[in-house]
């Protein structure tokens, strides 16, 4: 059903404007899920292996993504076919368990992301993604790609940083 594909670091995955058509399983790298905002990248996701990287909404409405993923190192994982997907549910109930883990999963990281958004403080914005991250994607992301993802610029981040190394 699916074949393995490899991504270098900055290939994109998925472009904005573009109706999803395949689905990829991660099983090494990371990828960033991110929108253009007055040229500026705000990060919506990170994920890591034994993440689906695309953009479940434009699955769900059949509407073109919203969503840019690109590699932020070096990725492999399953290349699925959309429809290959569903067209095999009926005879594999097995697809339909792996869809809803995908649709609790991809809730489940926009909740944290939501929960993140509400700390006061950059600070504490930091310790709960250090806290409830998985370690790959805490470890291995660019700074400048953690500070969008927390919503500061990445001026303002290492400065943060900085600040809480001292303390």
Known sequence: MGRVRSFA???VIFRAGHRPDHLLYLT???VKSFYLNDGKEVIL???SKNSVAFNYSAFITGSPSQETIECVQACEGI???LGDLDGQRKKHPWIDVM???MAEQHYLSMERRLVMLHHKSLEQRYLYFSEVMDKEIVENTPMHCIASYLGATPESFSRMKRNLKHI
């Open 9 to 11: 670091k900055g290939d």
């Open 28 to 30: 090494q790298g990371i």
């Open 45 to 47: 996701r990170l994920m």
């Open 79 to 81: 290349w699925i076919s």
């Open 99 to 101: 869809l809803r883990y």
